[in-house]
C-alpha cells in the first residue's frame, strides 16, 4: 500500500506523519524540535533534523507516493525553496525539495502553512464542497489562503495570499514584516496584547493578572468573564479584521470565509464583531448572499493535513503531477 508524508516545520518544533493513500487518521506520527535543544539529541542542523525524523516514521516497505512540507514564511513553490524561515536562523534560499527529494527518492511538494492550512480547510475541513475559499488564520500573526475555482492561488512567485500584511491603518502599528499599519499589526494576538497593555498602562482598570505577561489568551479568558477592557479589545481586532474581510470579499468573491488560529478560539466575542464590520463596509448586499463565515475545523494538526493534502492533490495516483 502507498503513503503519503506530510511534514509541517514551525519555529520551534517539526512534525512528520506517515498517511494511508485516502484516510485522514495518520499511520504514524513523530515530531522533534527545529533546532537540538536536548544534549541527548545533538544534531544542529534542522535539515538533517527534519530528514531523520522522515526517516523515522518511513515504511518498512519504503512504498511512498510524496513528501509534502507545510513550512512558515514566503516559499517558492514551483522551484520548492525555502525562501526564508522566519524564526529558523540562517535559513535562507534553502532548496528543500531538491534535498529532501535526492535523499528519499521519491517527489516533494512545498507550501506555505497558511496557503496550505486553506487547502486541507477545503479538502478535508469546515469547507469541503466550496470552489472560493478565503481562510485567515488569527494568531501571533495574521495568515492566509484562498481558493478561487477549486485551486490554491499561488500567484507568479507563490507569495499570493499575505492577507494578513494588507494595510488596514495608514501609518499604523510596525507589523513584524517591518511595514506600517498590516492588518497582523493591529489584530493579531500579538497586537491585541500590545494594545491592551498601552491602555493599561494609561490606567485602565481590567482583572487580568498584574503578575503575568498580558497575552491575547488571557485577554481572551478575562473577556469570557465580562472584563470590559478585554472585550472593548478583541471586538476592535474583529472589527478591523472585519473590515479587511469586506476588501477580501470584493476581491476574490468567496462563499466561504474561515477563522482560524488560536485568537479564532474567542467565539462571539470577536466574531460577531467582524461580521457587523464585514456587513456594514461590503459595496454591495449581493457578496454576501449565500455567504458561510465560520470557524476552522482543524486546529494545531492543519499544517500536517494541509501538507496531506497538497500531497495528495498534487501526485493524486502516486505517479502522476496533477497539472
Ligand atoms: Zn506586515
Known amino acids: 500500500m502507498r503513503r503519503y508524508i506530510a511534514v509541517d516545520i514551525g519555529g520551534t518544533q517539526v512534525r512528520a506523519a506517515c498517511y494511508p493513500a485516502s484516510k485522514l487518521k495518520s499511520i504514524k506520527i513523530a515530531r522533534t524540535t527545529t533546532q537540538a535543544t536536548d544534549p541527548e539529541d545533538p544534531v544542529t542542523s534542522p535539515l538533517e533534523r527534519i530528514q531523520n525524523l522522515i526517516a523515522s516514521i518511513w515504511p518498512a516497505d519504503g512504498k511512498v507516493c510524496a513528501i509534502s512540507v507545510a513550512a512558515p514564511g514566503p516559499i517558492n513553490p514551483y522551484q520548492g525553496i525555502l525562501v526564508e524561515a522566519p524564526n529558523i536562523p540562517g535559513w535562507i534560499n534553502v532548496p528543500l525539495q531538491q534535498n529532501l527529494s535526492e535523499r528519499f527518492k521519491v ?13 486541507g480547510e477545503w479538502k478535508y475541513g469546515a469547507g469541503k464542497g466550496h470552489h472560493h475559499l478565503i481562510y485567515l488564520t ?66 485602565v482598570q ?52 474561515i477563522i482560524g488560529g488560536g485568537v479564532s478560539k474567542s467565539g462571539p466575542l470577536l466574531l460577531d464583531p467582524m461580521y457587523k464590520a464585514m456587513q456594514e463596509h461590503v459595496l ?17 494538526e492543519v499544517g500536517l493535513v494541509g501538507a496531506l493534502a497538497l500531497g495528495r492533490t498534487t501526485y493524486p495516483d502516486c505517479r502522476s503531477k496533477k497539472s
Open 107 to 119: 517527489p516533494v511538494v512545498l507550501g506555505n502553512d497558511a496557503n496550505l492550512a486553506a487547502l
Open 138 to 203: 488569527v494568531s501571533t500573526g495574521i495568515g492566509g489562503g484562498v481558493i478561487i475555482d477549486d485551486r490554491l492561488l499561488l500567484g507568479a512567485n507563490g507569495l499570493a495570499a499575505e492577507l494578513g500584511h494588507t494595510t488596514v491603518m495608514i501609518d499604523g502599528p510596525l507589523c513584524g514584516c517591518g511595514q506600517r499599519g498590516h492588518l497582523e499589526a493591529v489584530a493579531s494576538g500579538t497586537a491585541i496584547a500590545n494594545w491592551v497593555e498601552a491602555e493599561l498602562s494609561q490606567g
Open 206 to 257: 481590567s482583572i487580568l493578572p498584574i503578575d503575568k505577561p498580558v497575552s491575547a489568551k488571557r485577554i481572551s479568558e478575562a473577556a469570557q468573564k465580562g472584563d470590559k477592557l478585554c472585550i472593548a479589545a478583541l471586538a476592535r481586532a474583529g472589527h478591523y479584521i472585519g473590515r479587511a474581510l469586506a476588501d477580501f470579499l470584493h476581491i476574490f468573491n468567496p462563499s466561504i470565509v
Open 284 to 300: 454591495n448586499p449581493h457578496y454576501l448572499d449565500g455567504l458561510v463565515l465560520t470557524t476552522a475545523a482543524f486546529g494545531d
